[in-house]
């Protein structure tokens, strides 16, 4: 307040003694604004990745596949690839039962799921060409990328309990969705504790 | 002498100050009198009038703006309120903002109290919004002496039903253009710096998986697809780094790579799970989450490799999605407080933190005042929203009838 008032009395001051003479009335420019900038397409993005076979829209008991990543024109796959999981169906219906269930920001695997995760392991090692997919979720409570790296624990956790049992880690993939996919609408402690989860899908074996 | 007293007392009281004591308004003449030996031009008048101590909490500056009319007069106004100024009566100020938008915009900034035309502008080109946000820009840098933020741009994620994709926008949120068409999943836009190319995640082949994405050529490259998460892509501020939050080495870590995905190098190697990489301004450290004691914290790492120490901040619980302010000052970030989120900032060296306004996922722009971030609306969906860190005003700008969120400021 005295900061302003100090102010005020200098400016009116500095406005006794002056009578308005030091003003400056500076030239008028004209601005031009610049057009937009080049284009940003706004249509499909040119090129799409071109996928060898399209993904069939999502439906609870279809067997969809995982598109083949193509290579580099120059033949390298660079930045990585899924490697073996690559060209596998996917089905949902296996391990539907065996959804394992977490705390509030925790990813440790309680007690109570490892009945859960020992049938899974247990099929998988009657079926040792199968494959397996975790995917981790988290409730709404966390921010998007924290929650996306949660997921994450949260499927390697699972993924180190069923190495642990004896299926080899190279069978098994995560992929972490974040809270982008809750297992369904709501938005109290009923609905967020079916969302901290890790679900198992299985994967075919190749042709 | 009476008449100056008599005249300071009633510019106090339009400024609503308190009563002023006669030893003090002496005192003030006193030092008054010292400074009348010097030549004043209204441009010093008005710097002296208007040079604040940067500082974290501030007053709205109070200007008066006048003669506009429609989406011009809207757009100014929007643009210097969220630049920390409060849009008064004249008499309650010595700063007059005054124009026209007959056909193209034309802007004044008097000082009243001196009769003196600091700017007189006018604007040809673009629409009338445009030139709108341009006279903003002049008035900030006349008046704050640093560049406006009027003329930026924003990245977002937009969700409707079961699928999301990157939006860009004017900073305000006008003209929202879609540049995915994916119909998959997306997650954390973020800009190289001083170029139209946007890195993001997207699950379009399945995968979480980071691209880079030139916004002239539309061409787009992968940059990370190794089993498991990649995420979180950040470009350092010099442009020859991106780091990113890899799992491939079994936990999800800090990485750095050249910015087409080369040489690889991971920076931290925990058990637990790491988030949300952010750079310094000199591009040689990187801030970000780290859950290494049992909750969600913030720590540094050299980008060139190193240990991580953690940056404390005092006074808050779990600590989310920091980002470094441009001028390498304050980090700003998402803290949660009972079943809500807040933004909060601490200087960047760690230290006491401090809350501003209700809200997650801010990030800075390139003004390191001015802030972007998401709020939550209910049922799940969130709204995008402006603040002005040292004045703490809010603007609304996006919302759409999906859910729009990770904002990223062009800078």
Known sequence: MKHLIFTNLLVLGLVLALGGTGCKHPQKPVTPIQGQNPTIRSGPIAPPIDLGNRIPADSPNSASTIPQIPANPDGSIKQGDLGDFEGRAMDREAFKAYTVYFDFDKSAIKGSEMSKLESVADYLKKNPKDYVLIEGHCDERGTEEYNRALGERRALAAREKLAAQGVGAERIRTLSYGEDKPAGPGHDEAAWSKNRRCEFVRLLPKE | ?411
């Open chain 2, 1 to 411: 002498m009476n008449l100056l007293l008599t005249l300071s007392a009633k510019l106090a009281l339009n400024f609503h100050a308190p009563t002023i004591r006669l030893r003090q308004a002496l005192a003030a003449l006193g030092v008054l009198s010292t400074v009348l030996s010097f030549p004043a031009t209204g441009a010093d008048i008005q710097a002296f009038v208007l040079n604040r101590p940067a500082g974290l909490a501030e007053r709205p500056v109070p200007i008066s703006i006048s003669g506009f009319s429609g989406e011009v007069d809207s757009a100014l106004k929007f643009d210097l309120t969220i630049a920390g100024f409060t849009n008064v009566a004249a008499e309650q100020t010595a700063i007059l903002v005054s124009g026209s938008n007959n056909g193209s915009v034309q802007g004044k900034v008097t000082d009243r109290i001196n009769r003196a035309v600091l700017l007189s502008k006018a604007y040809s080109g673009g629409s009338l919004r445009a030139q709108a946000h341009a006279l903003a820009d002049d008035i900030v840098q006349l008046l704050q002496h640093h560049p406006g933020v009027a003329q930026t741009k924003i990245a977002f994620k937009v969700v409707n039903g079961g699928s999301s994709e990157i939006y860009l926008a004017d900073y305000d949120g006008h003209n929202p253009v879609a540049l995915t068409q994916d119909h998959s999943i997306v997650a954390a836009p973020s800009w190289v710096p001083g170029k139209r190319i946007l890195y993001y995640t997207s699950y379009k082949l399945n995968n979480p998986d980071i691209y880079s994405h030139n916004l002239t050529t539309g061409e787009r490259k992968i940059v990370a697809r190794y089993t498991g998460l990649n995420t979180s892509a950040a470009v350092s501020p010099d442009g020859r780094q991106v780091a990113m939050i890899l799992s491939k080495g079994g936990s999800p870590d800090v990485y750095v790579s050249d910015l087409e995905g080369g040489n690889l190098r991971q920076l931290t190697h925990t058990k637990e799970d790491e988030s949300s990489p952010c750079w310094s301004p000199d591009s040689r450290t990187i801030c970000f989450v780290s859950r290494l004691r049992g909750r969600a914290e913030l720590y540094t790492v050299p980008a060139g490799g190193g240990a991580m120490t953690r940056l404390p901040t005092v006074g808050a619980g779990s600590v989310t999605e920091p980002d470094w302010s441009p001028d390498g000052k304050t980090l700003i970030f998402t803290v949660m407080r009972g079943a809500g989120f807040e933004l909060a900032t601490v200087p960047a060296k760690g230290g006491q933190v401090e809350t501003l306004v209700a809200g997650e996922d801010p990030t800075w722009a390139p003004n390191s005042r001015t802030v972007v971030f998401a709020r939550r609306l209910g049922g799940g969906r969130r709204g995008l929203s402006l603040l002005d860190v040292p004045t703490k005003q809010v603007k609304n700008i996006v919302q759409l009838s999906g859910s729009v969120s990770q904002p990223s400021w062009a800078r």
